[in-house]
């Protein structure tokens, strides 16, 4: 069947070849022939099939016909060839490309038939050897399998790819769990192929089997080619270690890979956990199990425990899981000494694993190559490592290279270095200092390495008190381990500085680390100057006191022992005076005063060139005072060019409050100078300075200015002392002294006078803001003026005077004074005399008005009364009044009178009341009996009166000895009856009742009007009933019984009064005197 | 618990022999190292357990007790034997601790470099433990007694049935956990052993 398909594929594929070359009608002719051919075969050689595994020789072979058998078969290539066949195959050379006849003689057919067909490379299958297995191992602690195999490329002489197919079965059941294809090249010589793999369950946790087969892609082959047969299978010979159990052992893994663990154990695994954690089990064969850990993450130190629980036991195993070293950072050689060199780097990431585990360094130099090893440090941070070198002699190239490795990979970091441009040296020891003279020492010190090769640049740090920091660079031949020496110049005489040093090469790298400090103080010189000198003379003017400023330190070049003072004139140079050093003023007497005067400073190293200064002092008349007041602590002086001043302007001042000689300190200004600014630590807010300026011209001093002045102003501490010269009834005169310097702080620009009424102790003097209306302030900025009038005062008034000074700082505190103005004594007799006068004359006036008219009057206001002896109803005996005890009963007997004798015409209208009715005269004998005659209760009747009160004391009035006025009682009870009925009801209504009223209350109540009550009341002594009750018991009226007034009602009231006087009731109007008193117009009512 | 009670008579009966003051004052010595060794070997076995990763340590974790090379556990007819016997078997034992404990912190330094208080702690032991020892049979030549020749040592026993493949992590974990718990089981022994004695002399 092949054969026929073959040779039906042929005329496509040839047409494809050769369609340029055959025409069609070719074609379609040998098409025929060939199809004869085939059928001829067919009969002949049935399933003709050639294969070759070397296509070197092909092996064909069909099936034996039922009508013929072959005996021959003839080729017909380059030359014919003809074989003898035995069975129902024949291996023949492989034929060239293209179709070949090919005849087959069959000597046992019945016509001894003669067969031919075509046969060609196309219809050849090429189907390689079966591979051989040479070796096939396992390497456990890594779980990596190891095949070895012969590809018997001798067999093929021709350059052919070769693709191999490796299949790789776990357990028994032999699960297919690796198949990978590796492709290799036939070379004409036989070699033997390794391939290996990493399992990732471990080879101890099952069987492991291999298989490989191979295909074979040789392209000048245009036949059918095929992979050869599956090699017989190899398994990993493996008997499990009694003791382990679980798989793999300290294996050391990547964070985040997955591993698999299998626990090899006759009994059942019934728990598998990593740390704490429990994981699902995965059955392997028989019993054993294993457990997969997806992403593990790094490890702890002592490792992850891996534990498998089975009935009767714990197995377990640790893992390491950690990460590959990382590159070594920072990787820096250098050296110190030029004997070694020192290689440090810093690990970089952490890698999780200790011990054995950890990252092995080695430092590797690759043109000597020599090679130094990390000792391993189990350091617990990720400080800086490092390594040494030995320097090598004649080489001054290096190339490092530093590997790291540990069990999960490897790292590297190299670096090229030229030895001689990475120096950077050991910190310089032992530091030393020597003088060579006042301003040069010599720094000595120790720097160990070898540097004969090189120079060194060193850096000296000159550090001196309050200056700023020097530093100084050197060059120097290099030595091997030797000291060095520097000179040091241009220092200051007897200066203390502090020295240290550090180097490095020429060709700077790194500079070492600085030395120690060492201090050293430089040998004295003599004084660069003359001290600054002043001159004063006493106050007597005998003496010269000579003052100089101590040399600074940098002027003094050491320590100053003495100053000689000498004075030169023309004639002769003459010692003075030898001053010890902590004192810097010569009092001398002076027998001349014209002579220079000269001061010499001197040290160990000797004198100063001399200061000079003239002792005369040219005077000046015309001087001012100035003021001046400093700017920020300091004071501007500043004055005009004098081209007579030769020498220099010197400014002195002093305290101006001290009583001492005025000398604080002194300035020196040349003598082009105008200005200058004078600041001092001494200087003081608050306090004058006296500052004066001196020219020098003509060999003397002259006094050109004086000047008090202030750095900063303050306000007055104290208020002036003020008294009160004199005082009027409408001004005062106050006087006051001036403030002390000291204590006003500065210039004084006025004072400040407040006044305003008020006594002492009055809270509301106490403050004096502004803008009070009654406080009056007089702002006196004429400071000559001592004394102040303030008028238009008020007479016998109390003022409070405040006084203050100010300055420019601010204002002083105050003092104040209380004043009382006299009394204006004229205007009080006026005001007395007038009102006097007035009233006199009023009262003569009034006098005389009254004696002219004093008929009218009497008749107006004081009509004649009736005496009531004249009436027969009232039998008063004589001494009713007298006091006597024997007290007859005013007895009111009920009578009605005849007749009214009349005594005055002119009051008849008044009487005519008497021809009423009176109501008791219809009941006569009703409650009127006769009463034992010591009977003092006044009864009054009739009794419609009393059933009128409701009061019962009435009652029981009888017992007792008080005279008790009823009707004047029951007015007190205004809560018992509105106020509509008291109007209406006369007969409770206030004051006094006269008896007429009784008999017209019960008769006429029903149809008499209010107004009409009192029109028929009777007679009413006074006009106002009202103001009977209105009166207080302090009245006049109360309380005189011998006026007139009191006369109403009962002769006897006086001893009773206090039942007349009503309750305090805020609600009557009869207790908020509304009546008017002489009394109350003296009151001093808070309303008023 | 019961069985240290119930041995306690049979020491008092021994103890009826009068002890030299110097011998008193050793034993009450060792004594006392014992007693405070017995509280350093909690402490190790605490500080041990501490770096080895869980499930050591957790509650319900119990590894398997592997034979450890050269020594057995305390037998349980311990407390039967009379006390020059006991203590014989005690000073066998605790010779034999110093080796494996120097075993352990051999294996400790790969697995644990960086836990320098638990190896300074397994040293000490192993020197404490040979100090023990040596005190041990000092009281034993005190008393007479020969610290050779006992029958059943804990040394010969473990010796005997002891394969020594070189253990993987793990099972060098367990084994440091047995080597720091026959520590302190020895150690205790040795004091309750040594406390006998005390206990029969007077105070």
């Not at chain 1, 594929?9 to 002719?29: A, C, E, I």
Request: charged share 20%.
């Amino acid at each position: 069947m092949m054969s026929i398909y073959l040779f039906w594929r042929q005329p496509s594929q040839m047409v494809d070849r050769k369609r340029m070359r055959t025409s069609n009608f070719r074609w379609l002719l040998s098409k025929f022939v060939l199809l004869y051919l085939m059928v001829q075969v067919t009969g002949a050689l049935r399933d003709l099939k050639c294969t070759t595994n070397n296509l070197k020789v092909w092996d064909c072979s069909w099936k034996a016909g039922f009508e013929s058998v072959i005996d021959e078969v003839c080729v017909e290539d380059r030359s014919y060839s003809c074989h003898q066949v035995e069975k129902t195959n024949i291996k023949i050379p492989a034929l060239p490309p293209g179709d070949h006849i090919m005849t087959a003689k069959s000597s046992h057919s019945p016509a001894n038939s003669l067969s031919k067909f075509i046969l060609n490379e196309k219809n050849v299958s090429f189907i390689p050897d079966t591979p051989e297995i040479l070796n096939f191992s396992a390497d456990f602690p890594t779980s990596t399998l190891f095949l070895e195999w012969n590809d018997k490329g001798s067999a093929f002489p021709y350059h052919v790819n070769v693709t191999w197919e490796i299949k790789i079965l776990r357990t028994e059941r032999r699960e297919l769990i690796k198949l990978e294809t590796y492709n290799t090249n036939l070379s004409g010589k036989d070699r033997v192929h390794q391939w290996s793999w990493a399992s990732d369950l471990p080879l101890e946790c099952a069987t492991h089997y291999v298989s490989i087969r191979c295909y074979i892609d040789y392209l000048h082959f245009s036949g059918h080619k095929e992979w050869s047969d599956w090699s017989q299978m190899k398994k990993i010979p493996w008997s499990p270690n009694s003791q382990t159990k679980v798989f793999p052992q300290d294996k050391v893994v990547l964070v985040g890979s997955d591993i698999i663990f299998c626990c090899i154990s006759q009994s059942k695994v019934l728990v598998a956990q990593i740390g704490s954690t429990l994981c699902p089990l995965i059955h392997l064969d028989e019993k054993n199990v294993a457990i997969k850990i997806r992403n593990i993450s790094v490890s702890e130190n002592s490792g992850t425990n891996v534990i498998f629980t089975t009935d009767d036991n714990v197995y377990g195993t640790v893992i390491f899981a950690g990460y590959p070293p990382d590159i070594p950072q920072k990787l820096n050689c250098e050296t110190h000494d030029l004997k070694e060199i020192v290689c440090t780097w810093n690990p970089g990431r952490p890698t999780g694993l200790v011990g054995p585990r950890n990252t092995n360094y080695t430092l590797f130099e690759s043109f000597s190559k020599k090679y130094v090893t990390f000792k391993r440090a189990e350091t617990f941070t990720n400080e800086s490592y490092q390594l040494f070198f030995q320097i090598l002699p004649d080489q001054e190239i290096y190339n490092f290279t530093l590997h790291a490795q540990n069990p999960l990979g490897k790292s590297e970091s190299a670096q090229l270095v030229n030895i001689m441009e990475r120096v950077s040296p050991h910190t310089p020891t032992s530091l030393k200092v020597k003088d060579i003279n006042s301003t040069a020492v010599i720094l000595s010190w120790h720097l160990p390495g070898n540097f004969a090769q090189i120079n060194l640049l060193c850096q000296i740090e000159i550090n001196k008190a309050n200056s700023k920091q020097e530093l100084q660079n050197a060059t120097i031949k290099g030595v091997k381990n030797a000291d060095y020496l520097i000179d040091v110049n241009k220092l200051n005489p007897y200066t203390k500085y502090t020295f240290r040093i550090r180097c490095s090469a020429e060709t700077f790298w790194k500079w070492s680390k600085w030395s120690n400090e060492k201090q050293h103080l430089t040998k004295e010189a003599i004084p660069s100057k003359g001290p600054d000198i002043w001159r004063e003379w006493s106050s007597d003017g005998r003496n010269l006191v000579i003052y100089w400023k101590p040399l600074s330190i940098s002027d003094a070049n050491g320590k100053i022992l003495s100053y000689n003072v000498s004075c030169s004139s023309h004639e002769e140079t003459q010692f003075l005076s030898e001053v010890l050093d902590p004192q810097h003023k010569a009092e001398l007497p002076l027998s001349k005063r014209d002579c220079i005067i000269s001061v010499v400073a001197k040290n160990s190293a000797g004198s100063s060139p001399p200061s000079k200064i003239p002792t005369i002092e040219i005077p000046n008349d015309d001087l001012k005072v100035e003021e001046v007041v400093g700017i920020g602590k300091k004071i501007l002086l500043s004055w005009h060019h004098n081209p007579n001043m030769t020498c220099d302007y010197v400014i002195k001042w002093c305290n101006s409050s001290r009583s001492e000689h005025c000398l604080m300190d002194w300035k020196k200004v040349s003598s082009n100078s105008t200005e200058t600014i004078i600041e001092s630590d001494q200087f003081r807010s608050g306090i004058r300075y006296h500052f004066f300026l001196y020219g020098c011209r003509n060999q003397g001093y002259q006094l050109l200015r004086s000047i008090i002045g202030y750095i900063e102003e303050l306000a007055p501490i104290v208020a002036p002392n003020f008294t009160v010269e004199d005082t009027s009834s409408d001004s005062i005169l106050v006087k006051w002294e001036d403030i002390p310097v000291e204590e006003l702080r500065g210039f004084l620009r006025g004072y400040l006078f407040y006044f305003q009424k008020g006594e002492k102790d009055t809270s509301k003097m106490r403050g004096l803001e502004p803008g009070r209306s009654d406080i009056k302030i007089k702002n006196i900025t004429d400071i000559s003026q001592k004394t102040l009038r303030i008028a238009d005062l008020q007479g016998k008034t109390s003022y409070r005077l405040v006084l203050q000074a100010y300055t420019d700082g601010g204002v002083g505190p105050k003092k104040s004074m209380f004043v009382v103005t006299k009394e204006n004594s004229v205007g009080l007799i006026i005001a007395i005399l007038i009102p006097v006068a007035v009233a006199v004359i009023v009262g003569v006036v009034t006098s005389i008005l009254c004696y002219r008219k004093r008929e009218w009057i009497k008749e107006t206001f004081y009509p004649d009364i009736p005496n009531p002896e004249n009436c027969k109803a009232l039998q008063f005996q004589k001494s009713v009044c007298e006091g006597s005890n024997a007290l007859k009963t005013l007895e009111m007997n009920p009578c009605t009178p005849n007749n009214v004798e009349v005594l005055e015409t002119r009051a008849a209208p008044k009487i005519e009341d008497t021809e009423i009715i009176s109501p008791v005269a219809e009941r006569p004998e009703e409650g009127c009996n006769t009463e034992p005659e010591n009977h003092v209760v006044v009864s009054y009747c009739p009794p419609i009166i009393e059933e009128e009160i409701p009061n019962p004391v009435v009652d029981e009035a009888g017992g007792t000895s008080q005279v008790i006025y009823i009707d004047v009682q029951s007015m007190y009870q205004p809560q018992a009856k509105p106020e509509e009925e008291q109007d209406i009801d006369p007969v409770v209504g206030p004051g006094y009742k006269p008896q007429m009223r009784l008999p017209i209350n019960s008769t006429l109540e029903e149809t008499a009007a209010e107004d009409d009550i009192d029109k028929t009341a009777g007679y009413r002594p006074q006009a106002n009933v009202n103001t009977w009750n209105l009166v207080s018991p302090d009245s006049p009226r109360s309380t005189d019984s011998n006026s007139e007034v009191v006369s109403f009602g009962s002769p006897c009231s006086i001893n009773s009064r206090q039942f007349l006087i009503p309750p305090k009731d805020e609600d009557s109007p009869k207790s908020n005197g509304a009546g008017w008193s002489f009394t109350n117009f003296f009151q001093n009512k808070p309303n008023d | 618990m019961s069985q240290r009670e119930g041995s306690l008579e049979e020491p008092k009966a021994e103890s009826s022999i009068s002890l030299l003051p110097h011998l008193e004052a050793k034993i009450r010595q060792t004594h006392s190292l014992a007693r405070l060794l017995t509280k350093y070997a909690e402490q190790l076995l605490q500080e041990y357990v501490q770096h080895q990763g869980e499930p050591f340590g957790l509650p319900g974790f119990s590894p398997p007790r592997l034979p450890v090379a050269g020594l057995s556990a305390p037998a349980p007819g311990h407390a039967g034997l009379p006390v020059p016997e006991r203590l014989r078997l005690d000073a066998a034992a605790l010779a034999a601790l110093p080796v494996l404990l120097d075993g352990v912190r051999r294996r400790q330094a790969e697995l644990n470099p960086r836990a320098p208080r638990l190896l300074r702690r397994l040293e000490e032991a192993a020197r404490q433990a040979r100090a023990l020892g040596a005190a041990v049979e000092t009281v034993l030549a005190a008393l007479g007694a020969s610290a050779h020749g006992s029958q059943g040592s804990p040394t010969e026993a473990a010796t005997a049935a002891a394969p020594a493949p070189a253990p993987g992590g793990f099972s060098a974990k367990v084994l440091g956990l047995h080597v720091c718990g026959l520590y302190g089981e020895w150690v205790s022994r040795t004091e309750g052993d040594l406390g006998q004695l005390v206990s029969g002399a007077p105070a």
